[in-house]
């Protein structure tokens, strides 16, 4: 299994499986692949307090993928699993875009 299991395509757009930790020291998106949930790991440094790690979460993925963040839903606010719908970005884009954060296999471990 690989990241890319994590990305599916939607007549939208993708849906990107997500498994956040929020209060991190540092943000990272991605930061690796967690293969048991099959889903891609993101760290926020934002605590899940008022909403404010989904919303980094949401600043964070509209500038990796260069999209304005009304086209992006989250979905389980309130969980750490996460669905995230990206409108108009195709399944192949995201691949591409999130490729060089896989490059090293031992990342790909959480």
Do not use: W
């Amino acid at each position: 299994m690989s990241y890319r299991d994590a990305i599916k395509a939607t007549s939208y757009g993708v849906v990107i499986d997500f498994k956040v930790t929020p209060g991190s020291k540092r943000t990272e998106i991605p930061d690796g692949y967690d293969e048991s949930r099959n889903r891609i790991h993101a760290r926020l440094s934002a605590k899940a307090v008022d909403g404010k790690a989904n919303k980094q979460l949401v600043k964070e993925l509209s500038r990796l993928f260069g999209i304005n963040s009304a086209s992006i839903r989250l979905n389980g606010a309130t969980g750490t699993k996460k669905s995230i719908e990206l409108a108009g970005i195709n399944r192949e884009d995201a691949i591409r875009i999130l490729l060089p954060f896989f490059n090293d296999d031992s990342k790909n471990k959480c």
